[in-house]
Each structure stands twice: as structure tokens, then as C-alpha cells.
């Protein structure tokens, strides 16, 4: 008996585990390390605006500033009043580098799609270096202060370094086809939560000597990682002679392992339209336009989704340490060490969630499921005790909850989006459906670090939670056609089993 295209499904590592070489491995360790230098710079950022606060203020306001005479000379330069000034300004700053990010993802994932991935994330890592060199270290060692140059230099910076998610995504997507992909994804999308801790690392060990020495290593280190992108990254298995993710290949089980999880409903019962490719490989085809890539199934709903998420789990990643310094009154540096146990729930859960998602074919229940629980940890993590353990143990399953799913729809829905049947395997589909996805979701993030701090001013800590549930809540509302369609086809393929046994 033929069996329909959903009951010949095989185990999703068999797939993954047969196809897998040195250069799915290099390629793996390449677009992971280049992301993570990517966010270890903007984690410096943060985590030396105490220094560049008190870089800007008159010293006679900084109790720790030895007093220099004549007092024109020494304080001319300073930007500032006043220490809630400066941090009124690095907050404008944080707000300005999300819109022009946001801004930049819907222009990189276009461009990414049309010239070669290696060149754009290559440039992309190598230019914010030295934006960050010149924002932080050049300024400083030139006594240079002057805050349009400031906005000027990270708005260039947020435009930048929107080369880098787009381009990475397509890249795996080009070699990690559907089998497995949850998992190797959620795996693989801890790389921005290695960056974070990746760059609190570099920035402690050289703020002694100076803020300007944070922002000198990091820029050396992420500049080198460009320079050896452009040489080591392979962009697509034809480089090396392999054969692409949706060729045709006499083995059913790794034609069924390359299928997108986001076909059409007939696809699950009709095997005429199966591969996710047109036979003919030597025709290349072209890049998909933006709104042409609008206009896909799923991608209006997940990026509306993950503009909720991020602005949820991007407010974890600015205000953190801030609400436990703020509410509980422990030291800063401890409260750095204690946020990084949201970044560890982050990458466990979008691994047991990607791994999950891959066993039922499906991701959105997934999604959904773990978004419900994430409503109750919020409720639960604002009501946590004034007790160090007890708060990290909380945090952990919040970052597991909320990190985790913004870890999948990042990663690999976005690649899934990008490599559905109505796209026919084009890879060139997909960073620009990753650009749109992203980009939504940080146009959420910035505009919720404004209302974040407008909440907290003037409701209190509480209320933020609230707001983060209803934000939470929201995400859920916007891929339930997706959940319910999904949820539809398991039970039809669950039927056909049954007759099928």
C-alpha cells in the first residue's frame, strides 16, 4: 500500500545525521561565531554606560573623579549636566540603534538575496568594527564629544550590523534542510545569547584601563571574525560540489527529509508535488521581491508574532540588570552575573523546542504551548522573593519559555517560511523573508524600550510584567490561524495512520 508523503516520515536526525560533513560543521561554527561577535558589541554597549555616563559628566558630579584645576580645561569637553542626562542619552541611543536595525533588516535581507551572502556578512561585520572603534575608542582617545556625531555613527552601526541576522539564517537554510532543522536551529540560534556573554566577558576584563578599551577589543575581535568570514564561509553546498537541499535523489526518505514545514494542506496527500526544488538545477532562480515575500503564507503573522516577542524578550535583555539593581537593591556587577540565567533558559529552550518541533513536523502547537507557560512564569517571576537562587531558578524558566520560542521563529521558521513550495526551494527567498520577520520584530523592540520606561516610571515594576503578559498574550493571538491549521493536519495525519494500520 502507498502511503501518503506525512506517514513515510522518518526519524528528522537519520536524515540529518546521513548528510552531514566537515563543511555543514564549519559552516555551523562560522555563521554562529559571526553573530555572536555581532552582539558582543552592542552587549559592551551596555554593559559600560555607568563609565561613559560618568566619561560625560562634569567631574565635581562624580564623587570618584580626582578634582583637576583649572576646571575649564578639564571639563569643557563633557556633554552633560548631570549623570540622569547622559543616561536619558544612552537610552535615546539604545531606541536609535533598534529603529535604524529594524530599518536596515527589511533593506539586508533584499540585498543579501541578490549579491553573494559572503561579501554582505563580510562587510556588514567588518564595517560596524570599525563604527564601534570610532564610537568608543577613537572619540575618546581625540577627546572628541558630540552627540549628533554619536547619533550619527549608531545609526550607521544599526544599519550595519542588519546584515548580519538576515545573512547567517539564509546561509544555514542553505545547508540544513528540514530534517532536523528544529533542533540544529534551536541549537545554533544560542549563538546572539553566546554573544551576550561573549561580550560581558571582553568588556570586564580590559574596564579597568578604560570604557575605550571595552569597545577596542571587541571591534578588533569582531573585525578579524569578517576578515575570516570572507575567506572560510561557504554559502551553499554547490561551492563544494554537493548536491543542493531539495535536488532530486532516488532515496525517498531524503527527499522527505528536505520538505518545508510550511506546504500547502494538499501537499500532506499528494506526493506529485513533493520536492521543494524544480529538477532543473542549472536554472538559477531569481531573488523574490519584498512584497512578493509579504505576501507568502505565514510571514504577515509571525513577524505581527515576534514584533511581540521580541519586544519582550529584548526588554529581559535592556532592563534586567536594571529591575534587579532597581528592585531588589543588589549590587550591580552581581546583577550582571545573575541576568545571564535568562540567556541559559533561552538556549535550552530553543533547543528542547526546535527537537520537539521536529518529532511532530510541526511548530506553531509548540509555540503555543510554550508561550501559554511563559504567561504564568511572567505572573510568577514578579512575584519573586528577595532571594538570589530562588530568582535565578525563576528566570531560568522564564528565559526558557520566552527565549525559546523567539529563538524558533528567528531561526527556523524563517527558514521554513523561506523555503515553502509556493517559493520552490528558491534560496533566495530567504533572507529577505528572514529581513521582514526580524526587522518587525525589532520595530516591536524599540518602541517597547520607550514604553518600558514609561511604564516603570510611572506604574511601578508590576505593571511592566502586565504589560509583558498582554504582550506575550498578543503573540499567541496572532499565529493562532497557524496554530489551528496545524493542529488540523496532525489530526488528519493521525486519522490516515489509523486507516492506514
Not at 44 to 49: C, D, I, Y
Not at 173 to 194: D, E, H, P, Q, T
Not at 202 to 219: D, H, N, P, R, W
Request: with cysteine; charged share 15%; hydrophobic share 45%.
Amino acid at each position: 500500500m502507498a502511503f501518503p508523503g506525512s506517514l513515510r516520515r522518518q526519524p528528522a536526525n537519520r536524515g540529518l545525521v546521513s548528510h552531514c560533513t566537515h563543511h555543514h560543521i564549519v559552516v555551523f561554527l562560522l555563521t554562529f561565531f559571526s553573530y555572536s561577535l555581532l552582539h558582543a558589541s552592542r552587549k559592551t554597549f551596555s554593559n559600560v554606560k555607568v563609565s561613559i555616563s560618568s566619561q560625560w559628566t562634569p567631574s565635581c558630579l562624580n564623587s570618584t573623579a580626582p578634582e583637576l584645576r583649572p576646571y575649564e580645561l578639564w571639563n569643557s569637553s563633557h556633554l552633560f549636566p548631570s549623570a540622569e542626562e547622559a543616561t536619558l542619552f544612552l537610552g535615546t541611543l539604545d531606541t536609535i540603534f533598534l529603529f535604524s536595525y529594524a530599518v536596515g533588516l527589511f533593506v539586508s535581507g533584499t540585498v543579501g538575496d541578490r549579491l553573494n551572502l559572503r561579501w554582505v556578512l563580510s562587510f556588514g561585520m567588518c564595517s560596524s568594527a570599525l563604527v564601534v572603534f570610532f564610537f568608543g575608542t577613537l572619540t575618546e582617545w581625540l577627546h572628541f564629544y558630540n552627540k549628533w556625531f554619536y547619533c550619527c555613527l549608531w545609526v550607521v552601526n544599526g544599519l550595519l550590523q542588519s546584515t548580519g541576522w538576515p545573512c547567517v539564517v539564509a546561509v544555514m537554510g542553505n545547508w540544513f534542510g528540514k530534517a532536523g532543522r528544529g533542533f540544529v536551529f534551536g541549537l545554533w540560534s544560542a549563538c546572539a545569547s553566546v554573544g551576550n556573554i561573549l561580550g560581558a566577558f571582553l568588556a570586564s576584563c580590559v574596564l579597568k584601563y578604560g570604557y575605550e578599551y571595552a569597545f577596542l577589543v571587541t571591534a578588533s575581535v569582531q573585525f578579524a571574525g569578517g576578515v575570516i568570514v570572507f575567506f572560510g564561509l561557504l554559502t551553499s553546498p554547490k561551492e563544494v560540489g554537493l548536491p543542493e537541499l531539495g535536488a532530486d535523489e532516488d532515496d525517498t526518505v531524503e527527499e522527505d527529509s528536505n520538505r518545508p514545514l510550511m506546504g500547502s494542506d494538499d501537499d500532506d496527500d499528494d506526493d506529485r508535488n513533493y520536492s521543494i526544488q524544480a529538477t532543473d538545477t542549472d536554472r538559477q532562480p531569481k531573488a523574490i521581491g519584498f512584497f512578493q515575500a509579504c505576501c507568502l503564507p505565514g510571514v504577515v503573522l509571525y513577524s505581527l508574532a515576534y514584533a511581540c516577542l521580541k519586544l519582550v524578550n529584548y526588554s529581559f535583555f535592556f532592563w534586567l540588570p536594571f529591575y534587579l539593581s532597581n528592585n531588589f537593591g543588589w549590587k550591580e556587577a552581581e546583577a550582571d552575573q545573575l541576568s545571564i540565567w535568562y540567556d541559559v533558559g533561552g538556549i535550552i529552550g530553543g533547543t528542547i523546542q526546535g527537537l520537539i518541533s521536529d518529532v511532530l513536523q510541526k511548530r506553531a502547537p509548540v509555540l503555543a504551548i510554550s508561550l501559554l507557560f511563559a504567561v504564568g512564569s511572567l505572573f510568577g517571576y514578579s512575584r519573586s522573593p528577595n532571594s538570589k537562587p530562588i530568582n535565578a531558578v525563576i528566570m531560568a524558566i522564564t528565559g526558557f519559555f520566552i527565549g525559546g520560542p523567539s529563538n524558533m521563529i528567528s531561526s527556523a521558521i524563517s527558514a521554513d517560511l523561506g523555503r515553502q513550495e509556493l517559493v520552490k526551494g528558491s534560496s533566495e527567498a530567504l533572507a529577505t523573508v528572514t529581513g521582514i520577520v526580524d526587522g518587525t520584530g525589532s520595530i516591536g523592540a524599540a518602541v517597547g524600550q520607550y514604553l518600558v520606561s514609561l511604564i516603570q516610571e510611572n506604574l511601578k515594576w508590576t505593571w511592566v510584567f502586565y504589560f509583558f503578559i498582554l504582550m506575550t498574550s498578543s503573540t499567541i493571538l496572532f499565529i493562532s490561524p497557524l496554530i489551528l491549521r496545524e493542529i488540523k493536519l496532525l489530526l488528519h495525519e493521525r486519522r490516515l495512520r489509523v486507516v492506514a494500520e
